[in-house]
């Protein structure tokens, strides 16, 4: 088992074009393994949390799975004690944090949750 900070460096390390293999492949990996995860009829995956007493949240919290990237595959992260950065020798010009941070967050809480 990887531990969260593993986890997120893992996460941004693939490029994943809107609608790619490599997309998909990371929900698989990431995403449709969470305890309670579904997919609706559109392909958008939920987790359903419910509060102390039994009843579903009415929280929503939101995020996308694709990055900016032109091509699929994996790039090189580093890692030092102040910042997470793309590393010189990727073959990528964009780090991918947008939305990666967002779905390992929510992730996380997820995880938390359900494994409490």
């Avoid at 492949?25 to 958008?44: Q, S, V, Y």
Wanted: aromatic share 6%; hydrophobic share 35%; with cysteine.
């Amino acid at each position: 088992m990887n531990l969260p900070l593993e986890t997120l460096i893992d996460m941004l390390c693939t490029m994943r074009p809107t609608g790619s293999r490599s997309e998909r492949k990371f929900r698989r990996r990431w995403l449709l393994n969470l305890p309670g995860a579904a997919t609706d009829p559109f392909g958008n995956i939920h987790v359903v949390i419910d509060q102390k007493d039994g009843t579903p949240s009415r929280v929503l919290w939101s995020s996308h799975t694709d990055t900016v990237h032109r091509e699929s595959g994996r790039q090189m992260v580093y890692v030092t004690r102040k910042r997470i950065a793309l590393s010189w020798r990727s073959k990528s010009n964009c780090l991918g944090a947008d939305d990666t941070v967002g779905v390992w967050l929510m992730r996380e809480m997820i995880l938390a949750e359900t494994l409490e």
